[in-house]
């Protein structure tokens, strides 16, 4: 058997299952840092926080229905994971991703990441 002949077709196999990671990529967003001078930002707190009262109290906050969204424990996340959990939503988490820019969702994480954070 020749094995080089099989070559072609396994480089057209490769790039057909390396394909969709390639055509999803654009769609993500722009890789976020959260530096601690942005967590830290008094303007970023305030924008957040005011989001935070407005979309995700009812769910999240303490005077909320009981069962309806996990407590939140920002000592055990790290910014990313709420960015990513914020942005994409799972299983009942809505996604914000179409309802907040990018900066908005960012500001909600340096919010809920901060010693100011009450839920
Ligand atoms: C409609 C109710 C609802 C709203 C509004 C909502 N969430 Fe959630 N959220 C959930 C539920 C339910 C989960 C649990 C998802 C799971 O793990 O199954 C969750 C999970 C999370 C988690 C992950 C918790 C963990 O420990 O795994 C974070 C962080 C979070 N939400 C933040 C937010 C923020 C910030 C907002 C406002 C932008 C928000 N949520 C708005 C229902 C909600």
Redesign the pocket.
């Known amino acids: 058997m020749n094995f080089t002949g099989l070559m072609p077709g396994i480089l057209l196999a490769l790039s057909i299952i390396t394909l969709p990671t390639i055509a999803t990529a654009g769609d993500e967003d722009p890789v976020v840092e959260f530096t601690p001078d942005y967590l830290a930002d008094d303007a970023n707190l305030e924008q957040g926080k005011a ?2 009262e407005k ?2 109290r ?3 906050g303490s005077a909320a229905y009981p069962g ?3 407590k ?2 920002p000592y055990i ?1 790290k910014p990313k ?2 960015y990513k ?2 942005t994409d939503g ?5 996604a ?1 991703k179409d309802v ?1 820019s990018q900066e908005e969702r960012m500001a ?1 994480v340096a919010y ?1 990441m901060s010693s100011q954070f009450a839920p």
């Open positions: 989001l935070w979309q995700c009812h769910c999240h309806k969204a996990p939140l424990k996340y994971f709420v959990r914020v799972f299983r009942k988490m809505p914000w907040f909600i809920v």
